[in-house]
Nanobody, 125 residues
Framework: QVRLVESGGGLVQAGDSLKLSCTSSGRSSATYAMAWFRQAPGKGRNWVAAITWSRGNTFYADSVKGRFTVSRDIVKNTMELQMNNLGTEDTAVYYC??????????????????WGQGTQVTVSS
């Protein structure tokens, strides 16, 4: 059983930066990729970014491309999301997730078997 814990959320102003972290414990050696999703109030859970665990290949949603950077530390079993130039539209609860090997798109929430509890990011104007 993989346990994921997010941290680093908070209240910032538009244009600010914030870094989220996701720590994995009990990680299965079969983990293929990890990802960040977010859910704004009254909306569905949307994919933000993903990274393959062994090679570190990264993928981003168009809405965050160029502003957000996902990275991972294999030794520390952590994944981070550096968020720059935040806007009010980035306000959401951010979740990290991990998946076993899959041939389907890493943007699909249904592909992820383990989820963290979420961390709130609020961007004020």
């Amino acid at each position: 059983q993989v346990r994921l814990v997010e941290s680093g959320g908070g209240l910032v102003q538009a244009g600010d930066s914030l870094k989220l972290s996701c720590t994995s414990s009990g990680r299965s050696s079969a983990t293929y990729a990890m990802a960040w999703f977010r859910q704004a109030p009254g909306k569905g859970r949307n994919w933000v970014a993903a990274i393959t665990w062994s090679r570190g290949n990264t993928f981003y949603a168009d809405s965050v491309k160029g502003r957000f950077t996902v990275s991972r530390d294999i030794v520390k079993n952590t994944m981070e999301l550096q968020m720059n130039n935040l806007g009010t539209e980035d306000t959401a609860v951010y979740y990290c997730a991990s998946t076993a090997p899959t041939r389907r798109s890493l943007s699909l929430a249904t592909e992820y078997r383990s989820w963290g509890q979420g961390t709130q990011v609020t961007v004020s104007s």
